[in-house]
């Protein structure tokens, strides 16, 4: 079974990191990123630079990079002002991701809007990216919990998919914002979204997990009992949760597509490849990250003997 | 549905830690891990003191824990003088856990021995144990996988298991010892032993996982779905990977309680006491341990709002 394997870690992780990246080295690792068989890249987004210093060379990345045939160049835009900036690159994203909070009060706290005001600003939005050629996808924050209202409505996720599909988006992501997702609530929830609004190809719902706390790879597993076949990673699982300290935010990519090749799925990602990239990361960063396969090697990676057993 | 949750930290955690947990500290934890509403908690084992010095000290564990009236308190033995000195101890353990490996080169590297002389023994242990009024387990490590040969064939794993229920043991561990098993083999060759060989009561077979490749949790979901009712964690993930340094070892058990808890199982743990445990761990070890949950908090723990928010 095809799966498409898509990593946020130049914008998720990069973002919060206190160290800017240097445009060039963004660059070059998104350009080893472009051969590795991955769906899409986020290279950047367009948020005030005030906000998000680490992402202020958003068009110079875009316009440094290489484009490969066949990958999606994405950049992240909170509103109307980041698809007009995303619009005016002199080299423009391939498409371009909004994002709302399935949860009001997460909503206020993390783009300072009200569900209705997002909503408002959508088709504009839509109608911007379009004119400008890029497609326009919307990430559902919260989806499966928010981390000051708890429980998000099953109902209230429908009721996003619904006006989502109405707008005329080119693709909606479920996303777990603070890894509060189990399972048993991906693989049910997930598969009402899918069974309501039947997904018009194989890349138009996405989910994309955190690890917070441990399940992000199950979770993935239970997206594709639950028919999804777009899956967002971070390579080496760069990025935090604001919340936590010390906890660690997206799912990994590689360690994703290590499980995902082990079981048989065709993610057509070259998971050598994928590791050298990852590799680059914790000097880029200055740390350490939380990716288990760049440390332990792919699960087929054979040990010499130990002496006493040699030939 | 009731899942049986034990614990390993003290035993496979504590082992390779080059810091000497002292005894009393040992029996601190074990003391408040017997009232977290775990099913069995490993406690020490009677290998050598030169190859194992970490658990010397096994004698003086047992003797100083409160047991609590339904914990199952564990030691792991290796071979005959192992069995041997745990049946001769001053307070005995409840139950004694045997290790053969899958492959035979992991069997060499791990206890010198080819399978036929570990087979030869097994007998002898069972009677001393029985006789000793201790049960006794076989874990089978490396059943989906040797981080030396690769590969192990299920006939392999179904063949053992075989004989492990004619030589009248009282359970079997299915333990992936490096972290190579992913869902889709463990949920296969799993539902394949229960199948061949019904498990005579629920907590007779249990899992034993590694988080190496970040799969743990999902495995546990795929043990589940083949019908398995019991799990091995290590508190706050405690145990590494002896192949691969800054690798993880062992799932971490308050990692999987929260999953487990949240996906509406009933595992019987308090899940607060749990963390309250994991949180002495890296002081005890004095380094940082992989739980995520300990760091992040249970998924339903919500944060305060942002301050432009408060009413």
Same mark, same amino acid.
């Given at each position: 079974m095809r799966l498409y394997i898509n990593d946020v870690a130049v914008r *998720?992780?990069? @973002?919060?990191?206190?160290?800017?990246?240097?445009?060039?080295?963004?660059?070059?690792?998104i350009d080893h990123l472009s051969r590795t068989g991955l769906h899409k890249v986020e290279v950047t987004s367009y948020v005030s630079p005030k906000a998000v210093p680490a992402l202020a060379d958003n068009n110079d990345v875009l316009a440094g990079i290489e484009r490969v045939p066949g990958v999606v160049?994405?950049?992240l835009v909170p509103n109307?002002?980041?698809?007009?900036?995303?619009?005016?690159?002199?080299?423009?994203? *391939?498409?371009?991701?909004?994002?709302?909070?399935? /949860?009001?009060?997460?909503?206020?706290?993390?783009?300072?809007?009200?569900?209705?005001?997002?909503?408002?600003?959508?088709?504009t939005m839509v109608k911007i990216a379009h004119e400008a050629g890029m497609k326009i996808t919307? /990430?559902? /924050?919260?989806?499966?919990?928010?981390?000051?209202?708890?429980?998000v409505a099953e109902d209230v996720?429908?009721?996003?998919?619904?006006?989502?599909?109405?707008?005329?988006?080119?693709?909606? /992501?479920?996303?777990?914002?603070?890894?509060?997702?189990?399972?048993? @609530?991906?693989?049910?929830?997930?598969?009402?979204?899918?069974?309501?609004?039947?997904?018009p190809d194989e890349t138009y719902y996405t989910l994309h997990f955190h690890n917070t706390r441990g399940m992000g790879l199950a979770n993935v597993i239970a997206g594709i009992a639950a028919g999804v076949r777009s899956f967002d990673g971070s390579l080496g699982g760069l990025g935090g949760c604001p919340f936590a300290p010390g906890a660690t935010g997206? +799912?990994?990519?590689?360690?994703?597509?290590?499980?995902?090749? *082990?079981?048989?799925?065709?993610?057509?990602?070259?998971?050598?490849?994928? +590791?050298?990239?990852?590799?680059?990361?914790?000097?880029?960063?200055?740390?350490?990250?939380?990716g288990q396969v760049m440390k332990a090697g792919v699960t087929m990676h054979l040990h010499e003997l130990p002496e006493n057993l040699r030939p």
């Open positions: *998720d992780g990069f @973002q919060i990191e206190p160290r800017f990246i240097p445009t060039a080295a963004k660059v070059e690792l160049y994405v950049a109307i002002r980041g698809v007009q900036n995303a619009a005016a690159a002199p080299k423009k994203a *391939d498409e371009v991701n909004g994002v709302i909070s399935a /949860s009001e009060t997460h909503n206020r706290a993390n783009i300072n809007r009200t569900h209705e005001q997002s909503m408002g600003e959508l088709p919307m /990430s559902l /924050s919260t989806t499966f919990g928010c981390p000051f209202e708890g429980h996720v429908l009721r996003f998919v619904e006006r989502f599909r109405e707008m005329g988006l080119d693709g909606i /992501s479920l996303a777990d914002t603070t890894g509060m997702a189990n399972p048993r @609530q991906v693989e049910e929830l997930t598969r009402k979204v899918l069974a309501r609004f039947p997904a997206n +799912i990994c990519t590689e360690d994703m597509v290590n499980m995902l090749e *082990d079981m048989g799925y065709d993610t057509r990602v070259d998971l050598a490849k994928l +590791i050298a990239c990852a590799r680059m990361v914790p000097e880029l960063v200055g740390h350490d990250v939380p």
